[in-house]
C-alpha cells in the first residue's frame, strides 16, 4: 500500500519559540500512526535541528526542509546544500512548491537538478507540481502538469522515482476565492498516476505517493484523502494551527 503523508509546510512562519510550541502541542496525544502513514514537517532552516529533536524517536514522524540548492557546494552564499540536510538528519526536503516557481523563478529544469542531488544524499523529494488560474481557465490544466512531470521526474530510472513523492496545489484554488473540490482533486491526481503509467509502467505509478496542495484543512481532509489517488496532504495554513493539523494526521487512509 502506498505511504500515506500528512505533509505540514510552515513556510516563514513562527518564532522559535513558538515552533517549539507548536510541535509540542502536536505531539502532545501521541498519535499512533499506522506502517503506511508519516506526519512529515517543513520547517525553517533555522529549526531543523530542533524539530529533529522533538520527533527523534516518534515512530513515523519526520522533519523536512523546504527548500534546498541545485548544486553540491561552493560559493552560492545564502543557499543550503542537500548535503547539509543529510548531515544533520533531515529525511524529507519540498522542492518546487508553488512559491518557489513564483517567487523565484524555478523551471522545471532547476528542479531536475535539485531532484537530482537530494537523491544522491538520499533525501525523500515531495515534487510539487500544478497550474495557475490562467491555465484552469484556458482548460489546458493536464498538459500543463504532465510537462512538469516530464522536464523534471523523466530523466529518472524507475527505482528512483519510487523514491519521490508527489504534491499536487491547484495554484488557483489557492486565495482566488476559487475551491477545488475533492473531484477536482482525484482527477487530477489520476491524470497524474497515468502519467507515470504511460512512461514508467503500473507498478511504478502505482507505488507513487501523490498529496494534495489545495487548502487542506480539518473540515476537508476526510472527504479529500478518501479519494483513491489521493495519498495525504501537503498543508499550509492550517498546519500552524495544532488542533487542525492533528485532525488532519488523523484523517490519513
Not at 46 to 65: H, R, S
Not at 187 to 197: C, D, I, T
Amino acid at each position: 500500500m502506498r505511504k500515506q503523508i500528512a505533509a505540514a509546510n510552515w513556510k516563514m512562519n513562527l518564532t522559535i519559540n513558538k515552533a517549539e510550541a507548536l510541535l509540542n502541542d502536536i505531539l502532545t496525544p501521541q498519535i499512533k500512526l499506522n506502517a503506511n502513514q508519516l506526519a512529515v514537517f517543513a520547517v525553517p532552516f533555522p529549526y531543523l535541528q530542533t524539530a529533529d529533536k522533538k520527533l527523534n524517536g516518534i515512530e513515523n514522524f519526520y522533519v523536512a526542509a523546504q527548500n534546498c540548492y541545485s548544486k553540491k557546494s561552493g560559493a552560492y552564499t545564502g543557499e543550503v546544500s542537500a548535503e547539509m540536510l543529510q548531515s544533520i538528519n533531515v529525511k524529507y526536503v519540498v522542492l518546487g512548491h508553488s512559491e518557489r516557481r513564483e517567487y523565484f523563478d524555478e523551471s522545471n529544469q532547476m528542479l531536475a537538478e535539485k531532484l537530482n542531488v537530494a537523491l544522491e544524499y538520499n533525501l525523500t523529494p515531495i515534487f510539487c507540481c500544478g497550474e495557475p488560474l490562467s491555465i484552469r481557465d484556458a482548460q489546458t490544466q493536464n498538459e500543463f502538469v504532465a510537462k512538469q512531470l516530464e522536464e523534471s521526474l523523466f530523466h529518472f530510472s524507475k527505482d528512483d522515482l519510487q523514491k519521490i513523492v508527489i504534491a499536487y496545489e491547484p495554484i488557483w484554488a489557492i486565495g482566488t476565492g476559487k475551491t477545488a473540490t475533492s473531484a477536482q482533486a482525484q482527477e487530477m491526481h489520476a491524470h497524474l498516476r497515468k502519467v507515470l503509467h504511460d512512461e514508467f509502467g503500473k507498478d511504478v505509478a502505482d507505488s507513487i505517493s501523490i498529496l494534495y496542495g489545495g487548502s487542506v484543512k480539518a473540515s476537508n481532509a476526510n472527504e479529500i484523502f478518501s479519494q483513491p489517488d489521493v495519498d495525504g496532504g501537503l498543508v499550509g495554513g492550517a498546519s500552524l494551527i495544532a488542533e487542525e493539523f492533528i485532525t488532519i494526521i488523523k484523517s490519513l487512509k
